[in-house]
């Protein structure tokens, strides 16, 4: 078995879920050899040519079938190969972000290319761009793959505000003074409101488009060996420093508004910021369509040196592949072509790897492109990948939080985040130095407890069941386990066992991407480290809160709602309808329309706010904002709570009101002694499931924020997701489900216990 | 204490139910009035309209001459017992029978006295701590009772509140009620389907049908002259025979059935007591089809040709199924109705 989530969780339970179907969509007998690639989005305009491509490929390779499979979008495309390694299925070509190749190879996930490439006499590495190449090779050197597309981080500017200026367009190597002093006379209050409407800056603000400021400044992330942060040294705090200054200071920097779930477009798109980055090439492709000003691209400006960084997406070929022969046959045809590379710069992808493309017409007369396209190669001899020395993913995400209450809110220092960001970053690299030395989970262990508490739950169940009943109830008892035994089976496999295997790798240490059995013991350390994760503290007290706005708030909502709804009249049959309907909409759509709700700008309650005169809240990106705002929207959804009430409305008798009514009730009275107690029982019942679910919201923070600002919306289940697959720490989220158990246990506990001071059964006497 | 009148009463619910037709009732203050009549008649909707738990379509309601329509239930200064009782679930019997003096802003001490008075009159006294779930039936009825009693009100709403009870408890409660109206005087209007409780209950009966008033009376009244068919075979147990016939120059005919009448040549129907037959030597020629005993009294259901008639007989009497008789209705015991209007015919 090798789903690992806890019993409670909507998340490892999607991935359980889309594990089993997966497993079932496999084909039952292959004849022929078949290469899996996940390696394309479908909804990409490429994919037709990769699926023609991969034809080809099968009509030169008699018995092979080539399978593409579909990334899907956006951020969960990392995610995806994820769970598809995790659930051990069969994938022999996958595309993932070089920021990611750390954390594989430290896996020892992916296959070493190195002999394929050796043995094969038509490869040419000077076809490939150098730096790029260079990033695809591990620490003896050897190629663990091939870059499909890069970009350098570059500036866009527009050129009609710049002109405005008056003052002279910067040349290739403008400095950071240059770019302050064009920053300051691009800020401008047109209308006289007092509010800024045009920026200097639309600024970026994610490690990678943060990091090239830093080794301008002349800063470093980590030291050579990979082995120490050097965030709280004066090159990165400085770089943090000046760029908060132009956000707060100088307040001529606004951060990008496409950040944080804002649906508008950004403020370049709109001709409100002079320039726009550090950003890559596939903005070009969403700017090409920009008729309101002309705009360019520029090299970042230089401190004390020049410097940018750069993202890639690489094939790579997992070490698990069954097919690997043809996965790196595949992946030279397709990197190394002209037509799919050519096509990858004629719809934005990027820079193409291949140098041959990159140099044709397809990239540089590109009528989406810029004028001075040729930018994106330029700076690629100021230009560095990360260091691929650790799990960027989980750096970035370690710092995330903090960069944002540097840069977003404002709430920390420079000096401070950098210190803060350091030490994040060192815990994490020392635990993963710390890994090394661990035992192993002795092979066994995990079946051991599996059986174990099988056992257990066999004699719970014995012990329950009491004396042998006599014979006809007996027969009649074993036809009632025959009825239950399909769903016994499925509570064992997919409840109970996955529950226990999470339970024992919370006390361990263990890479979705790694073997099932191999994993490190670590004891209680992850629950100790819990204990002093300030991002875990972050997140219980994010979702505690949440809980304590939306749980009571949608009760009192359900109910008022249900009050004013049971009349039988057909205008109160529609509004109950529309009411429910959103609890019966998957939460992502939900949480996709929420966005037009609280869109800083262009959102529905910002306008009806500034219609009365109010200052519009940036709903998301306000760290004492978004948790009430996620609350509204849980409010939003109560229809399943709204029904379950009306359902218990109408099974009060209606002689108690008239009798309430006779006796000199008015309407609040009425609700308050005779209404209200009846309800109790759903009142608990509705109580006590919101609460769980509240505690288990995920996916509209998921879609919406992502945790931020900071950490103000990394709710439970979030930071376990990231926890287990994009840190890779399996042990870690499993731990957290376990907490997160224990809190809803003793919750509910708690609130079923004090029933007895306020829950009215009727028909059944209390003591 | 209240004269309550009620003057053109109608209702129709929504949906085009007619419940009430044109109403006019008048009882006057003490009275203990039973409304009665088959299920759906109205009798409900009636009270409820007294009550203003309904709104009247059309007509006035007036207590002691003042109109109360308009007025919400709880400013009527009327109390009501429903026939489930409706005991608030959550609150003990102590706290149901506060509550409407709760309402009222009755002070705590006087509420305390009020209740303790209340349940020693109805012998709840032991079962005030109790929760409603932890009653039986006639407590429940008996807690429905002293919370009516506890505000004194000025007028008594029953809506069946014996029906849940078993036979045995409801003879009891029938008694109760009686003494305590006796004992606190208040105007009562109680509704039941059941005519036994109408007639040993009410100082007057109100027979109620398809939304009209059929009679009015005292139950004896009732009993002896029903004012129409319908009533005539509503009121009584067992039910009076009506027999469908025609008169003909003086003489009622029907099956093999020959009686002398007063009334005017033409159809008619005949009605009868069962315990105003007798058996004698001479009279029309029956054959006894159906024998049922009942201990104190024994029912014959004799057909004469295609016309049947029931028979009460005091005692046991041996006569078996299929042995012949003659019947003779008592003659000045005959009732007799128009088939189409069903109002009596004057004789
Ligand atoms: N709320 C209502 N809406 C529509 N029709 C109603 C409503 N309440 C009662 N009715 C109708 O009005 C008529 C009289 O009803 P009512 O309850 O007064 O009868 P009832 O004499 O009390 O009968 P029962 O002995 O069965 O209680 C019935 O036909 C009933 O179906
Ligand atoms: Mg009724």
Redesign the interface.
Known sequence: MRSAGSASLGPMFAAASFLTVALMLQPAAAQERTLTALVEDATLVSWPVLEELARDFEARHAGVRVELLSLGGASGTQDKVKFMLAGDLPLDLIRIDVTEAAAFLAEEALLDLQPHFDADVGWDPSSIFSAPLAACRDAEEHLFGLPQTFTPYVMYVNRDLLARTGLAAPGADWTWEDFLALARAGTRDTDGDGRTDEFGISLTQWLQAVVPWVWQNGGELLDAGGTRSRMDEPGFAGALAFLRELLFEERVASFDATFAGQLSQGLFQAGRALFYGPVGYWETYRFQHIDAFAWDVLPLPRGERAATSVAMGIYVVPRTAREPELAYAFLREVLCGMRYQQLMAEIGNGVPGLVAAARSESFLANPAAPPSVEVFLDVMDDARFMPPLANWRKIESLCQAELEGVLLTGATSAAAGARAMAAKTDAFLGRERARHGRRRLPSGAMALALSVSLLALGAVFLARRGPAPPAARAREERHAYGMITLWALGFVAFLFGPAVVSLVLSLCEWSPLRPFGDMGFVGGANYARLASDPTFHASLSATAAYAALAVPAGLVVALALALLLRSPSTLAGIVRTACYVPAILSPVIVAAVWRFVFDADDGLINRQLRAFGAAGVAWLREPNAVVPAFALMAVWGIGAQMLVFLAALQAIDPALEEAARVDGAGPWRRFWHVILPALTPVVLFNLVTGTIAAFQVFAQPYVMTQGGPGDASRFLVLYLYESGFRHLDMGYASAIAWVLFVILGVLSLTLLASARHWVHYAGRARG | MARVELTGISKRYTGGTVALDAVDLEVAAGEFLVLVGPSGCGKSTLL?IV???VEASAGDVRFDGESVVGL????RD???V???Y?L???MSVAKNLA??LR??GVARAERRRRVAETAELLGLTELLKR?P??LSGGQMQRVAVG?AIV?NPRVF?FDEPLSNLDAKLRGEMRGELRALHERLGITTLYVTHDQAEAMTLGSRVCVLESGRILQVGNPLEVFERPAARFVAGFIGSPPMNLVAGVARDGVFEAGTLRLPTAAPAGPLVLGVRPHDIEIGADGSEAEVIDVERLGTSTQLVCALGPVRLTLACEGHVTTERGERLRLRPRPERLHWFDPESGARVPT
């Not at chain 2, 919400?72 to 400013?75: I, N, P, R, S, T």
């Open positions: 409820r009550a203003g738990l919400e239930a709880g400013q009327v109390a009501m429903f026939q489930n409706a608030y679930p959550h509550f409407p309402l009222a929760k779930a932890q919370r505000r709403l």
